[in-house]
């Protein structure tokens, strides 16, 4: 039974003294003087030993309906989920498909509105409490810097932020790219930097050239998009310039997923991530996987 002894007698208690605390900087760039959870959910998103992750996108039916390579996602995607450090999805996605039992952190989107088939990026929020209950590590808003529905975007942007510094939840802020818009360096910097000053926590955007410009000028970490189907060789290269020009990860779709072996492909990806592989050895290693 606990008694008082341990409290009142002094002697042989060690309380370090002349041993400093050590103040410990987070791993993360720019996040040092965020709350406890959201660092606590990004050391889940991120791999604390490199700062990088690889996330798998397979949030595209939102907008898209069942596009190529997500017709089941049970088939395609569940595979796949061992492999990735972290998944980017919806919730209609996470409740169907997703087992509970997975411990991979989910970056929740979090936001939703106009299809493919109409004018994009028209979008609303969704309700925080299902986010919670669904123990989101962070929550994704499309921003469309640039755009229409720009005003729009960015205000789902801020009150996601709000609610998001609230209960401890980073907030990804997604950049868009709108048909009219020149998707280069100039371009990316502003729309990534506009969603870090607006509150988010990470950004994912998209490599170009320049993009060492773009990661220097956004004070927290940024992920980059893969975008349409590539050669594998050619999305591998993608990687390795992207991070070696100081992205933190990848949030990657698309070139996994549509791979002619989408196994071999994540393993591939996170060699290139987390081992700093070149294009060239990790093509070898996908060749060799998929064998
Ligand atoms: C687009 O906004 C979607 O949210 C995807 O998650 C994102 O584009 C990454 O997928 P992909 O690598 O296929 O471009």
Redesign the pocket.
């Known amino acids: 039974m606990a008694d008082a002894d341990g409290i009142l007698e002094n002697k042989d208690k060690d309380y370090g003294i002349g041993i400093p605390v050590k103040n410990q900087a987070f791993f993360l760039k720019g996040l040092d003087n965020c709350d406890w959870g959201i660092k606590n959910r990004m050391s889940r998103i991120f791999n604390p030993k490199t700062g990088r992750t690889v996330m798998l ?1 397979f ?2 039916g939102y907008i898209m309906g069942p596009t190529s390579g997500l017709e089941r996602l049970d088939l395609s995607i569940v595979p796949l989920i061992e492999y990735a450090d972290s998944l ?1 999805c919806t919730r209609g996605a996470l409740r169907s498909v997703v087992p509970p039992t997975s411990d991979k952190p989910v970056c929740l ?1 979090y936001s939703a509105g106009s299809s493919v088939l109409t004018e994009l990026n028209n979008e609303c929020i969704l309700d925080i409490q299902d986010a919670v209950r669904l123990n989101a590590s962070a929550l ?1 808003v ?1 921003v469309s810097i640039g755009d229409t529905f720009e005003a729009k975007t960015v205000e789902n942007l801020v009150r996601t932020a709000d609610y998001g510094y609230k209960y401890g939840i980073p907030t990804m802020g ?1 950049t ?1 790219v709108g048909k009219q818009m020149v998707r280069d360096a100039r371009y990316f910097s502003a729309a990534s930097r506009i969603c870090a000053e607006n509150g988010a926590t990470l950004v ?1 955007t998209y490599y170009c050239d320049g993009f060492a410009k773009v990661v220097n000028s956004c004070p927290v970490p940024i992920v980059i ?4 189907k590539l050669p594998e060789k050619e999305a591998l290269e993608l990687c390795y310039k992207a991070i070696s020009e100081g992205a933190s990860g990848v ?5 996994v997923f549509q791979s002619e072996n989408p196994v071999a492909m994540i393993q591939a990806v996170k060699a290139v991530v987390h081992d700093n592989l070149t294009p060239e050895q990790a093509f070898e290693m996908f060749n060799d996987l998929k064998k």
Do not use: L, Q
């Open positions: 996108a949030d595209h980017m989107r994704a499309m997604v868009a994912k998009a893969g975008g349409k949030d990657m779709g698309r070139n």
